[in-house]
């Protein structure tokens, strides 16, 4: 009955740390996308929004059930015990993103040219789509590791990294647009947003 109730207390916790980054999160996303629109204006916004739909796309195609997969069995071997099989499920997992989630951006970066010109006829947004493919990359790289927190019940991590992303994401994206680089900037501001978080990510996945 005590390993019951541990157990409630411990998911409860975590339920609510996971619920609190989600929605705070979301919030300052919602509010990035409100500044940026502004700053950029109808037309630019737009093209920001193009830029992106290469990328997205290709994610899509990322998710084969691995990370749902990590969670089960990290959670399943920390019960049981079985460090060797839980290290084998980390490694297998991470190098799976890690592999595909370089595939999928070369995709897209291959792609840029022929999606700009001949699918959204925005021949200016190709060198943007190329840049904007490293998401892919670093995206895989912060759902794997995001998966790995919630296996392990560290749910302030996952709610960290979601919460740092957002907030990176708007910070930087109306710097750069404020220093005159425009679309590119709120571009960039992503990208680097993805990037920083991702780093942070597997610093934790490392020390976990």
Excluded: H
């Excluded at 789509?129 to 790289?141: D, F, K, M, Q, R």
């Excluded at 990294?161 to 992503?190: D, E």
Aim: a positive charge.
């Amino acid at each position: 009955m005590g390993k019951a109730v541990g157990m409630a207390k411990v998911s409860a916790k975590g339920g609510l740390n996971l619920f609190l980054g989600v929605s705070l999160s979301t919030a300052i996303s919602a509010l990035g996308v409100v500044i940026v629109a502004k700053l950029l204006g109808e037309g630019q916004y737009g093209l920001y929004i193009i830029v992106f739909v290469s990328p997205t796309l290709f994610g899509l195609f990322r998710d084969w059930g691995i990370n749902s997969a990590m969670i089960k069995y990290i959670a399943q071997y920390r019960s049981e015990d079985k460090t060797n099989e839980m290290r084998n499920i980390l490694a297998s997992g991470l190098i799976f993103e890690l592999a595909l989630g370089i595939l999928l951006s070369i995709i897209s970066f291959l792609l840029a040219g022929f999606l700009a010109t001949n699918v959204f006829n925005r021949p200016a947004t190709k060198t943007m789509i190329e840049i904007a493919s490293v998401t892919i990359l670093a995206n895989a790289l912060v759902i794997a590791s995001q998966s790995t927190f919630i296996g392990f019940e560290r749910m302030g991590f996952n709610s960290f990294t979601l919460i740092c992303q957002s907030s990176l994401k708007v910070f930087l994206a109306v710097l750069f647009i404020f220093l005159g680089y425009g679309t590119l900037g709120a571009v960039l501001g992503n990208i680097v947003a993805a990037l920083i978080t991702s780093a942070i990510a597997i610093i934790f996945f490392y020390f976990i």
